[in-house]
């Protein structure tokens, strides 16, 4: 199964979650691949110290950072994956308008994972991976069932 985590930036959210889950993912024997891309990809420029502090507490949750590039999202990303996650209502809206009656599956992140957990963008770096850690969990959690066998 091919997921795409879309974030405004493809800077923290997406790319955190989208290493999250890969992570877990193997851990757990799924054969999920994971990517992330952003809404605004394209005009973000990198700021370091955002960049330390993601690091930092990426490894706070005990999982070792990879590097990054944003990147920009594009219907042939929608089209070729089998599920979209989308971090609020907005990115879902422009996300369903540049699919293009695909018949991939577009849903925001919490409500997938069937949790409260909203990521917002002032919320500190710590806490931030600390909620999508545990989005990325319950997200495993669904798949987990949907891909066992019948």
Same mark, same amino acid.
């Given at each position: 199964? #091919? @997921?795409?985590? /879309? !974030?405004?930036?493809?800077? %923290?959210?997406?790319p955190?979650?989208?290493q999250?889950?890969?992570? $877990?993912? $193997? #851990?757990?024997?799924?054969? @999920?691949?994971?990517? =992330?891309?952003? *809404?605004?990809? !394209?005009?973000?420029v990198?700021? =370091? !110290?955002?960049?330390?502090?993601?690091?930092?507490?990426? $490894?706070?949750?005990?999982? +070792?950072?990879?590097?990054?590039?944003?990147?920009? *999202?594009? &219907?042939?990303?929608? +089209?070729? /994956?089998?599920? /979209?996650?989308?971090?609020? &209502?907005?990115?879902? &809206?422009?996300?369903?308008?540049?699919?293009?009656?695909?018949?991939?599956?577009?849903?925001?992140?919490? #409500?997938?994972?069937?949790?409260?957990? &909203? %990521?917002?963008? *002032?919320?500190?770096?710590?806490?931030? +991976?600390?909620?999508?850690?545990?989005?990325?969990?319950?997200?495993?959690?669904?798949? !987990? @069932?949907?891909?066992?066998?019948?």
């Open positions: 199964m #091919e @997921i795409l985590i /879309v !974030s405004r930036h493809d800077m %923290v959210r997406g955190v979650m989208r999250i889950m890969t992570t $877990q993912a $193997q #851990e757990r024997g799924l054969d @999920i691949q994971v990517q =992330s891309a952003g *809404i605004e990809a !394209s005009s973000y990198l700021n =370091s !110290s955002l960049l330390a502090d993601t690091m930092k507490a990426m $490894q706070s949750l005990r999982y +070792n950072p990879q590097p990054h590039t944003p990147t920009q *999202i594009t &219907e042939k990303m929608i +089209n070729g /994956v089998d599920l /979209v996650l989308c971090f609020n &209502e907005r990115y879902l &809206e422009q996300i369903k308008r540049l699919a293009n009656h695909s018949i991939t599956d577009i849903c925001l992140i919490h #409500e997938f994972a069937g949790t409260d957990f &909203e %990521v917002a963008n *002032i919320d500190g770096m710590y806490r931030t +991976n600390w909620i999508l850690n545990k989005l990325s969990t319950a997200c495993l959690d669904r798949l !987990s @069932i949907m891909l066992q066998p019948f």
